[in-house]
Structure formats: C-alpha cells, structure tokens
C-alpha cells in the first residue's frame, strides 16, 4: 500500500520564468496565425497610407471638442424636432396591426399598378362617368374606406381639442 499524501508542493516560478514562459506561449500564436497577422499589418499600412490613422488619431485627441460639437448638433430644435416626430410616429406604428398594413401597403400598391395602366390613356373623366364609378365595387369599396378613415381621424382630431 502507497504512503497516505500529507502535504501538497506547488510549483513556484519566478518572475523571469514566467516572462520566459509567456515569451514561448506568444511566439507560438504568432506562428501560428502568421497569415491572418500579415493580414493585419497589410490592412494597417494601407490606412496609414492613405491618411485614415492619422485622422482617427487626431479625432481620439479632440474627442471633447467633437462631443461637445455633437452634443450642440443633436440639441438644435430641428434635430430634436425630427427625434420627436420619429418617436411619436414609432408608437403610432407599433399600435397598427401588421396585418392591416400590409392589407393597406398591398392595395396602395395595387392602387399605383392600376393608375399606371391608365394613366395617359387620353380619356377625360366627366362628371356622369364619376358618378357611374361609384357603382364599381372597387371604387365603393375605396370611397368608404377613405370615408370611414376620415371619420376617425376627425375623431381623433376632436379628442385632442376637449
């Protein structure tokens, strides 16, 4: 039977042998990823070349300077105006259902498709032949939408004025 384990004896290493070590451990991944490292000193001295460092140099060292001229920017009321309206029109959007506006994107698109065909065709629209359209399911159909959504925007505009 083996003699019972009564004390456990790390290995130390000095300083120099754990440079050393990390020394051998760096040179191993450079030799190792030498492709994608010449790679990189090709990608850096192109930029170099062409005045890319030196402004991303001087940009880091007016970083202040060019914060505080951003900050100015976004603050002016136009910016702050546009940050606003795209707010105010993301949650309108996020409360319309999806389908309803892919319905609405497909019929305007079909919508465009229709005038287009017609469009230049030289014929004028009289008066009795706008009154004969309303007859055409999709015209009626079209009308009453447009009636039904200009009823509820009115009352969405009375709501905002009580």
Known sequence: MAAPIT???????????LQQKKLLE????????????NKILEITGELN???ILDAAQAMLKAR????????????????????????????MLTSIDPEVTVKLAASVKSGLDEAELQNGNGQKVGLFTLMKSIND??????????????????KGLDKDHS
């Open 7 to 17: 004390s456990i004896k790390l290995n130390e290493f000095t300083a120099e042998e």
């Open 26 to 37: 760096l040179t191993s991944l450079i030799a190792e990823q030498e492709q994608a490292l």
């Open 49 to 51: 070349d062409i005045g």
């Open 64 to 91: 202040d300077d060019i914060a505080k001229i951003t900050v100015h920017q976004v603050s002016r009321e136009p910016i702050t105006n546009l940050i606003n309206h795209l707010i105010n029109v993301s949650g």
């Open 137 to 154: 399911p999709d015209i009626n159909r079209a009308i009453q939408f447009g009636m039904h959504f200009l009823k509820g925007m009115g």
